[in-house]
C-alpha cells in the first residue's frame, strides 16, 4: 500500500475521478488504471456528475443509468470504485463538495483529483477553486497525444475514444464493440441508451 507522511500522520493515497461517464468508456478505465499505477495509487473513486457547473449539455442518460453503467464497467476491478455523492446532491455537482465530502471517510488519505485535458482552461472558475488546490494534488489525465506543458502532473496515453462517438455510433446503429466494456454495452442495448441522441 503506498503512502506519503504528513508530520507523524502516514497518509495512503487516493484519486477522485469525476466527470459525466455519459457513457464510461474503455478511454475512462485506461487513464484511471493509468494514473493508478504512475501514482501508486491505493485506490481511484469514480464520482458520476449530477450536472457539471460548466457543462452547457445534461448528461443524456439519467443518473441511475449511468452509475449502473460504471458499477459494470469496474466489476472485478478490487482498486475502483464508485461514490455516488454527486448524484444523491442537488445539481450542480460541486467538486469542492465532493472532495470535503469523501474527506470525511478518508481521514488518514492524501487525495489526487483527477481531471481531464478539457477542465485545465476553466479550472479557475471551479468554486472555492482556491480552497480546493489546497486540499488536492491535481492530476491531467491527457488523452490527446499533446505535449503541451501545465501546472500540474500529466499523465499521458493517447486514446482517440469518446463518450460523445459513442453516442453518436448508437444513435446511427453502429457498433460500439471494443469502445465500452461489454458489459456496459448490454446494458446500452438492453436498455435502449443513446438511440435518440445524435448530437
Known amino acids: 500500500m503506498s503512502i506519503v507522511t504528513a508530520g507523524n500522520k502516514k497518509l495512503k493515497k487516493i484519486g477522485i475521478y469525476g466527470g459525466s461517464f455519459d457513457p464510461i468508456h474503455h478511454?475512462?478505465?485506461?487513464?484511471?488504471?493509468?494514473?493508478?499505477?504512475?501514482?501508486?495509487?491505493?485506490?481511484?473513486?469514480?464520482?458520476?456528475?449530477a450536472l457539471s457547473p460548466l457543462k452547457a449539455r445534461a448528461a443524456a442518460a439519467t443518473g441511475d443509468m449511468r452509475l449502473k453503467m460504471l458499477h459494470a464497467a469496474i466489476k472485478g476491478e478490487e482498486r475502483f470504485t464508485v461514490n455516488d455523492c454527486e448524484l444523491r446532491r442537488p445539481p450542480p455537482s460541486w467538486t469542492i463538495d465532493t472532495v470535503l465530502e469523501i474527506r470525511k471517510r478518508e481521514t488518514d488519505s492524501e487525495i489526487y483529483l483527477l481531471i481531464g485535458e478539457d477542465n485545465v482552461a476553466t479550472l479557475d472558475r471551479w468554486r472555492r477553486f482556491d480552497e480546493l488546490k489546497e486540499m488536492v494534488r491535481f492530476v491531467v489525465l491527457d488523452r490527446t497525444g499533446s505535449?503541451?506543458?501545465?501546472?500540474?502532473?500529466?499523465v499521458h496515453r493517447k486514446i482517440d475514444i469518446s463518450a460523445t462517438e459513442i453516442r453518436q455510433r448508437v444513435a446511427h446503429g453502429q457498433s460500439i464493440r471494443y469502445l465500452v466494456p461489454p458489459a456496459v454495452e448490454q446494458l446500452i442495448q438492453r436498455e435502449k441508451l443513446y438511440r435518440e441522441q445524435s448530437k
Open 147 to 154: 505535449q503541451m506543458q501545465r501546472n500540474y502532473q500529466i
Open 27 to 49: 478511454g475512462h478505465l485506461i487513464l484511471a488504471r493509468e494514473a493508478r499505477e504512475v501514482l501508486d495509487l491505493e485506490k481511484v473513486i469514480f464520482v458520476p456528475a
